[in-house]
């Protein structure tokens, strides 16, 4: 075949390099985001249970009220499993004495800290309702001087991971209303180089569906290919993310991960199929005079 030939047919030829990463670009930030926003219950109800409850417990309390007190706390219905610890002034001093250095404590003054029981409760339960009855239900004891837990911090956390929620929603349609401009432009041009042969087929008889037919499997084959690198770089970064972050396996769900990877899957096929089926429909119904 003669060179110039073959530069022409090179040329016809559509290059979908910039389709198939773009694609996987924006398939990738929007997985990122649909992530964010199908664990944020996860992320609150995670959060909400680091929070951890004292009880103040009074001086000389006897062995077997702590024993009794530990077993309805295990046996309670809010409580976090494995998170019931007994802390005694003495350990609380050792701790705070590492924490601001040997002066503390140092003019021999009586340990003013008391013994506590420490515990976190389900997410379920951390509300100021659900705490108020907690705190009321412990107080009965005659040895627990006080219960304490930061109020303020759980509804400030709480507002904090409902506001990264609408943000990410915010950005994601954002994203999809973008990505589907840009892509539909990436293949409009990518298919222009084609028009002529388009149409060519179109004259000597060819059908619309005969025509479109390798156009769409084509485009169906590079939304996959997208989707596919684009979860490659999510789990990839989830990776390294859990490398820095062990509880984030605690906070994602590998069931809404595998329905998110499957959505973006159809989501990366519909869009580029979709825009292949509109743009070699605009050339079968130009007039041939209009595609130059």
Do not use: C
């Not at 809010?78 to 004495?97: M, N, P, R």
């Amino acid at each position: 075949m003669a060179p110039s030939t073959t530069s022409k047919l090179a040329r016809r030829r559509p290059n979908y390099t910039y389709v198939i990463v773009s694609v996987a670009i924006m398939l990738f930030f929007l997985g990122f985001f649909g992530a964010v926003l199908l664990n944020t219950q996860n992320l609150v109800d995670f959060f909400k249970e680091q929070v951890s409850i004292m009880i103040e417990l009074e001086d000389q309390t006897e062995e077997s009220g702590v024993e009794q007190l530990s077993d309805e706390l295990y046996s309670s219905y809010y409580l976090k499993d494995s998170s019931l610890v007994f802390v005694t002034k003495e350990e609380g001093a050792a701790l705070l004495q590492e924490e601001f250095g040997e002066d503390f404590l140092s003019l021999d003054m009586p340990n003013p800290l008391y013994d506590i029981l420490t515990f976190r409760v389900k997410a379920s339960y951390l509300d100021a309702d659900s705490l108020a009855t907690i705190r009321t239900d412990l107080k009965r004891y005659p040895f627990v001087n006080d219960v304490f837990y930061q109020e303020s911090l759980i509804n400030e956390m709480a507002q904090n991971v409902e506001s990264l929620a609408y943000f990410a929603f915010g950005i994601s349609l954002f994203l999809i209303a973008i990505a589907i401009l840009l892509i539909h432009n990436t293949i409009r041009l990518a298919l222009y180089a084609n028009r002529f042969l388009i149409k060519n087929m179109q004259l000597v008889g060819a059908s619309w569906g005969f025509i479109s037919r390798p156009y769409l499997w084509r485009s169906f084959g590079h939304g996959v290919l997208s989707a596919l690198i684009a979860i490659t770089g999510l789990v990839l970064l989830y990776a390294f993310a859990r490398n820095q972050f062990y509880q984030l396996d605690e906070i994602s769900s590998w069931w809404e991960t595998g329905l998110l990877f499957l959505g973006l899957t159809a989501l990366g096929a519909a869009i580029t199929t979709l825009s292949a089926y509109y743009v070699v429909n605009k050339y079968l119904r130009m007039r041939e005079d209009d595609l130059y």
